[in-house]
Every structure is written in structure tokens, then in C-alpha cells.
Nanobody, 118 residues
């Protein structure tokens, strides 16, 4: 069955860095866009970043552009999100999700909590 398993979240001070990973299984990884989204009680669900599985072209929300870097290792069926210069407003539950259609997601990981606080 389809599985997406995130890891790498934690508590970090403002200005710090974290690297999230998403291990995928149960489907052909290279056939799908797997994207990062985040959820907070106040802001709801926010798309964070995507990477084209064929071209490797990357896309970012304005709120993270220049600070976050998405990448994928197709040989390992793994998606990554390198997050630098973290801000308190980046605090959220981060999910990797499989995109069935543009901004429509059919499978979700369990999420990994990122907390940015001094």
C-alpha cells in the first residue's frame, strides 16, 4: 500500500536549520509529484514546495523562498526539505503528500512537527 513517512522535525531556535525527509513506498515514485505542505491551527493548510519528478524544477511558496530547498532522490524514493534560517512563523506540522492533481492530494504522511522558538 501507499506509504509516506516523514522524519526530521523538531525544536529549533530562530535562525536554525532542519532537514525533513519523506520516505515513499507502495507506488512508482517517479510517476508522481510529492510535495510538502504544512498546517497550523491559525493558518490552516499551506502549500510549501514542489519538485517536478521529471525535470527537477522546483517551486516554493513566497513565505519560504530563499530559505527552503526541496530535493528528491529517486533511487531512494525519498523527498527532502532543507529548511534554513527558520522563523517562528515556520512552526507547523509538515506533511509530505502525493499530488493526484494540481493541489489535490490523495495520500498523506503522518506529519512531522517543526517548532521554531527561543
Amino acid at each position: 500500500q501507499v506509504q509516506l513517512v516523514e522524519s526530521g522535525g523538531g525544536l529549533v531556535q530562530p535562525g536554525g536549520s532542519l532537514r525533513l525527509s519523506c520516505a515513499a513506498s507502495g507506488f512508482t515514485f517517479t510517476n508522481y509529484w510529492i510535495v510538502w505542505v504544512r498546517q497550523t491551527p491559525g493558518m490552516g493548510l499551506e502549500w510549501v514546495s514542489s519538485i517536478n519528478p521529471s525535470t527537477g524544477n522546483t517551486y516554493y511558496a513566497d513565505s519560504v523562498k530563499g530559505r527552503f530547498t526541496i530535493s528528491r532522490d529517486n533511487a531512494k524514493n525519498t523527498l527532502y526539505l532543507q529548511m534554513n534560517n527558520l522563523k517562528p512563523e515556520d512552526t507547523a506540522l509538515y506533511y509530505c503528500v502525493r499530488e493526484r492533481d494540481w493541489r489535490q492530494y490523495d495520500f498523506w504522511g503522518q506529519g512531522t512537527q517543526v517548532t521554531v522558538s527561543s
